[in-house]
């Protein structure tokens, strides 16, 4: 499949299909997929280390943008299946790569990012 760049937010409460058509989802709205380092396992004590064990102490903040996902647009989203309930579940579209502006805008550290009046990217 071929990757595209994405310019565009989806619209929260459409409904389109997944790539493969196996299901359907209804957008909550865009997120971003952030790792939690409280969930990294505790220090092994193997010998096999030796001087190479990492360092386990947890400093800084604990949730980091995910490095996997950061490039590519994720969304908060009810899956819908005929017969059952929706779930929630968020959904990385690993296909679609962020233009640089969009980037900037869905992982932004600056402090103008954090005003209520940047609810959307200007492209």
């Not at 709205?29 to 939690?36: A, E, K, S, Y």
């Not at 990385?92 to 932004?108: A, D, I, K, L």
Request: some cysteine.
């Amino acid at each position: 499949m071929k990757e595209e760049n994405f310019n565009a937010l989806m619209e929260h409460g459409t409904v389109h299909s997944s790539q493969g058509g196996h299901f359907s989802f209804r957008v909550i709205g865009p997120c971003c997929r952030l790792f939690d380092r409280e969930e990294l396992p505790w220090p092994c004590s193997r010998l096999a280390w030796r001087s190479k064990e990492p360092s386990w102490r947890r400093i800084g903040i604990r949730f980091v943008p995910d490095l996997a996902a950061r490039r590519c647009p994720s969304y908060s989203v009810d899956i819908l299946q005929p017969g059952s309930k929706p779930i929630s579940t968020t959904l990385t579209f690993f296909s679609n790569r962020f233009s640089s502006v969009m980037q900037e805008w869905w992982y932004s550290k600056h402090p103008r990012s954090k005003l209520a009046s940047n609810i959307n990217p200007i492209c």
